[in-house]
T-cell receptor
């Protein structure tokens, strides 16, 4: 079983739709949670970073973490064609362990927003 | 701020040759750099973590003699793929961090390696 599971999609939505992207994880040591956006043939770009359960909002993006269920989500409101990309969830363990600072990525979900 | 560059952006080489990829932090000093590889439609897999002035720490299954990493300065890390073979063809991405904290990890644009 992979430490981080993410549905690869692809996911296709019309412009203006609300997009929901999800990841589940099995390692309870993960305490830092991130969402990255990656355009084709480019490096990942950090979108959201959270370390506590609950919601964090930034513009059209909302990150949600449920540590009890080991489940994280990214919501995109009023989606735009420019949001078309691969979205990767990533996680890291707490300080002090050998995995400190290392990111474990989900497989990535390919999103297409069509006009 | 916090820009990371990679050079070259793409490279094609013959089987058996060695290829060097550079990763530079342009506007900050990176004490830690990470090297990832990514196959088409797959996620990023961490290969190794390097700290300036010390040997890199490789992930399980990554051959350290094949993937040589040097982090000689606070702004430059290099990955050398030695005796490259077609199965080494991949997208290699580096990231740089001020300290070994994921919230300060900035990614480069990646290098596409094709081994013929």
């Amino acid at each position: 079983q992979k430490e981080v599971e993410q549905d690869p999609g692809p996911l296709s939505v019309p412009e203006g739709a609300i997009v929901s992207l999800n990841c589940t994880y099995s390692n309870s040591a993960f305490q830092y949670f991130m969402w990255y956006r990656q355009y084709s043939r480019k490096g990942p770009e950090l979108l959201m970073y959270t370390y506590s359960s609950g919601n964090k909002e930034d513009g059209r993006f909302t990150a949600q973490v449920d540590k009890s269920s080991k489940y994280i989500s990214l919501f995109i409101r009023d989606s735009q064609p420019s949001d078309s990309a691969t979205y990767l969830c990533a996680m890291s363990a707490t300080a002090g362990g050998t995995s400190y600072g290392k990111l474990t990525f989900g497989q990535g979900t390919i999103l297409t927003v069509h006009p | 701020g916090a820009v990371v560059s990679q050079h070259p952006s793409w490279v094609i080489c013959k089987s058996g040759t060695s290829v060097k990829i550079e990763c530079r932090s342009l506007d900050f000093q990176a004490t830690t750099m990470f090297w990832y590889r990514q196959f088409p439609k797959q996620s990023l897999m961490l290969m190794a973590t390097s700290n300036e002035g010390s040997k890199a720490t490789y992930e399980q299954g990554v051959e350290k003699d094949k993937f040589l990493i040097n982090h000689a300065s606070l702004t430059l890390s290099t990955l050398t793929v030695t005796s490259a073979h077609p199965e080494d063809s991949s997208f290699y991405i580096c990231s740089a961090s001020l300290v070994a904290r994921t919230d300060t990890q900035y990614f480069g644009p990646g290098t596409r390696l094709t081994v013929l």
